[in-house]
């Protein structure tokens, strides 16, 4: 692993997707020193690191978040474009090796992508039971939710020593 530079976004609420308005969005570009096998090292990583639940997939294509859990994506594959914290929001640019932090509540929605593009997601080890919110969902409730997600114990790739805990303080 490299030592790792991370870019905070700080999301305001948008429409009914409240994002996290203590808790930046961190967006770590190129993980790994070695490039190959991406999908092994972000699950073995956030495995070490109690990120539990992990997935192989990609971004759905509407504007969602999660309430009950903050969420990691880790670029396994290929390229794309998207949109974090809402229809009006932050398109970002990722590509294999890069990965996003997601505090509970940033909305995001995949724009576009390249054919071979696939993400490893996973979520802080007892926020597994993760739910799925959009637009249409009573936003005041969620917020409820959002304020009561604890921080994780450990940076997803890094460990206790990592960035995610220097950016994501109580």
Known sequence: MKEQTVTPLHLQPDGNIPNNQQLPLLLYRQVFADSNNLEHQ?????????????????????????????????????????????????????????????????????????????????YPGGQENYDICTQEDDMEEKKQHIKQVPLPGADPVAGKEGPLLLHWKQ
């Open 42 to 122: 972000f699950k073995e990583a956030f495995a070490q690191h109690n990120w539990r639940g992990s997935w192989t997939n990609g971004v759905y294509d509407y504007h969602h978040y999660h309430s009950k859990s903050h969420e990691v994506l880790g670029v396994a594959a290929g390229s794309a474009t998207i949109v974090f914290g809402g229809p009006g929001g932050e398109e970002v640019e990722v590509k294999a090796g890069d990965m996003v932090v997601l505090p509970a509540g940033t909305g995001h929605c995949r724009k576009s992508a390249s054919s071979d593009f696939s993400v490893v997601g996973a």
